[in-house]
């Protein structure tokens, strides 16, 4: 009886671990914690020697700790150590000791330090910025742990139990799991969440594995008790070290992942709300009275709700925090994910690449919760007339996306068997419904134009369903290997594109353009914005004097995540900004400061100054003088602020949708040094 009472102690301790984790979860009311302003380009050489040196410190600091500890578990532990060694080995359960044979490799050098290798190798491909860091950690960690933990066995010479006489204090299984796979945790917890919640599971975890560990080693006798304490406290010091290394080296967290950075905006528990709401206000659009959509509970499903006409939808990551919308279909729904993943960071491919195979391998029933369709037969849908327009069964799939003035349903539509139709565009207000013929009327324009150097989706219908406009455009084969897109090669597409219409020179103060800009200023609500944006129009124009520029089409908001550049050629998507008799150059201008201040966070005032400074060399391509490049920088500036403040940008909670704190000042700022006099 007691020998299965011995047994027992090991799943009593991961239980308790499990409810204490759960105790505290449910008592944590916080929000995310803050995090620190976005990262720009670090200083990897610097910020490495600072990790280094308090890394080392600080492991010759635990060194010294772990000697004087274990002066004291050597001359006094076998008097605790022989009685729970006699009582474990007399009470032992074979079949239990099959298991912790099994588990306590856990904590074996080569299963740890190939998990530290693979997660380094994963984390530099997937944080954002300081991608140096998760490789210099754990492979520091590897040298420091494997050194000091010899160190420390020559020290001692502690013999073991009859079982394992060699050097064992302290225990080094029961160091690894603490060190590698809490630091693992770690840095996936700094980059991917910052939530106090995820902290206490992943610490639970931790100390799960931990516990594990130090009993699989005592329960074989591989270990006197006393070494298996040790070596989790020699652990969860080393762990200290290196997270107080890496925090002192990179400082506060990163912003995690879909959470807005400065300019005074709202928290993500608010963000997420407003995702709720959009979700639900759309749905009443896209599934009208008979019919209905409704969030449910992956649970509320489960209990046998039956599917609609259309099919339930899976809401990913769930329904408090909408982001991926896909059908439940196996085929559909992997392909959904995989597409949505194709055009993304080497971050998102990993994360909906493991979703695809999931929901193709049938575990959707695991995955998300359930947008719940009710369509009783006949019921007017989204679905019903994409169907009627395409002329065959489609499936749908939506993303959500943040907060800003232009945000509107696309829809990506599939067959049942997985291949991708189209996308379609549906304008649910007036500035949507704007935008979305818009872009239908630049699709046909540059259809007819034919070009080269660049390819966008095909208009395939522009028509009225439930008096919402739907644009349906063909789908771009993004799914292509991809091709490294050379500078030389955009700006030779966006030379070919300014002039798909043609191209004409004119005096930028009394060009049509700049008359066209006050008019749409002179629209916008009055503010503080609006008026000093209107007098520095006036200067931009007075500082020009006589310069001529060339104007001609752009895209209006090309950025690299609306483009991929593959063997069948560059592909091009998201037009419903393209706009005639603009100066050229100003795609190459937004793609360049969109590329900063979205993906790598650079703060935007800096890149919008830095915008000016550049634009010479951003413009050569286009054999733009050095002095017509910076007025043509503040003139698209300029016209990124007008548009801002026209679709009320800041007032939707779009992150940079206030041009008075970045567009503006950088304008003023240029102006004030004589940068547009010419």
Request: glycine residues 10%.
């Amino acid at each position: 009886m007691i020998r299965y009472l011995v047994a027992s102690i090991w799943p009593a301790g991961i239980a308790a671990l499990a409810a204490a984790a759960f105790m505290l979860v449910r008592r944590d009311t916080s929000a995310a914690r803050p995090s620190g302003p976005g990262g720009g380009r670090a200083d990897a050489a610097g910020e490495s020697a600072r990790f280094g040196a308090v890394a080392v410190a600080g492991a010759l600091c635990v060194f010294g700790l772990m000697c004087a500890l274990g002066v004291i578990v050597v001359h006094q532990g076998l008097t605790i150590d022989r009685p729970i060694f006699n009582w474990m080995s007399k009470h032992q359960v074979h079949k239990m000791a099959a298991v912790m044979r099994r588990l306590t490799k856990l904590g074996d050098t080569w299963t740890t330090w190939g998990a530290a290798l693979a997660a380094a190798a994963c984390l530099a491909v997937t944080w954002r910025t300081r991608r140096w860091l998760p490789p210099v950690v754990l492979v520091t960690a590897i040298v420091s742990d494997h050194f000091a933990t010899l160190a420390l066995r020559h020290v001692f010479h502690r013999v073991g139990p009859p079982a394992s006489p060699l050097g064992t204090y302290p225990s080094g299984g029961c160091d690894r799991v603490i060190v590698f796979y809490g630091l693992i945790a770690y840095l996936l917890w700094r980059e991917f969440s910052g939530k106090r919640r995820t902290a206490i599971v992943a610490g639970a975890a931790i100390a799960a594995l931990g516990f594990n560990e130090a009993y699989s080693r005592v329960y074989l006798s591989l270990h006197w008790f006393t070494d298996a304490v040790s070596g989790l406290l020699y652990g969860r010091l080393l762990l200290a070290i290196f997270i107080i290394a890496v925090h002192f080296a990179a400082g506060r967290l990163s912003q995690p992942m879909g959470r807005p950075v400065g300019l005074g905006l709202d928290s993500s528990r608010t963000v997420t709300a407003s995702q709720v709401r959009y979700v639900t206000d759309v749905c009443s659009l896209l599934w009208p009275s008979p019919a209905g959509a409704s969030l449910i509970s992956r649970r509320a499903a489960a209990r046998g709700r039956s599917a609609g006409a259309d099919g339930d939808l899976i809401v990913l990551p769930g329904m408090r925090s909408p982001r991926l919308i896909v059908p439940s279909g196996r085929r559909a729904g992997a392909a959904a994910l995989r597409r949505y993943g194709e055009p993304g960071s080497a971050r998102t491919k990993l994360a909906t690449r493991t979703l695809a195979v999931m929901l193709a391998s049938g575990l959707a029933p695991a995955l998300g919760d359930r947008l719940a369709l009710d369509a009783a037969d006949g019921a007017p849908t989204i679905g019903s007339y994409l169907t009627e327009t395409l002329g065959q069964p489609v499936r749908i799939s939506m993303h959500v996306g943040a907060d800003r003035a232009n945000r509107k349903p696309v829809l990506q539509l599939l067959t049942p068997a997985g291949d991708t139709i189209g996308y379609a565009k549906i304008g649910i207000n007036r500035l949507t419904a704007d935008l979305v013929k818009a872009e239908h009327a630049a699709l046909v324009l540059l259809g007819a134009a034919g070009l080269a150097g660049l390819r966008p989706p095909r208009a395939l219908s522009l028509g009225r369903w439930n008096e919402l406009d739907v644009l349906i455009v063909s789908a771009l084969p993004v799914w292509l290997r991809r091709v490294r897109l050379t500078d030389a090669r955009l700006a030779a597409a966006l030379a070919e594109l300014a002039d798909s219409a043609g191209t004409s020179p004119a005096t930028f103060a009394t060009s049509d353009y700049l008359g066209g800009l006050a008019s749409r200023l002179a629209q916008v609500s009055d503010g503080a914005d609006r008026l000093e944006l209107r007098r520095l129009v006036i200067r931009l124009a007075d500082a020009a004097g006589d310069t001529k520029l060339n104007f001609g089409c752009w895209h209006g908001d090309l950025t690299p995540w609306n483009l991929a550049n593959t063997r069948a050629g560059l592909l091009v998507w998201d037009w419903e900004r393209f706009g005639l008799g603009v100066p050229v150059g100003f795609d190459m201008l937004h793609y360049w400061l969109q590329a900063r201040v979205v993906r790598t966070r650079t703060d935007p005032a800096a890149a919008a100054a830095r915008c000016v400074a550049s634009a010479p060399d951003l413009l050569r391509p286009f054999g733009v003088s050095p002095a017509e490049a910076k007025l043509t920088a503040l003139a698209y500036l300029a016209e990124l602020s007008v548009r801002y403040l026209a679709d009320r940008q800041a007032d939707a909670g779009a992150r940079l949708g206030a041009p008075g704190g970045w567009l503006i000042p950088a304008i003023g700022s240029a102006l004030d040094s004589g940068t547009a006099r010419v």
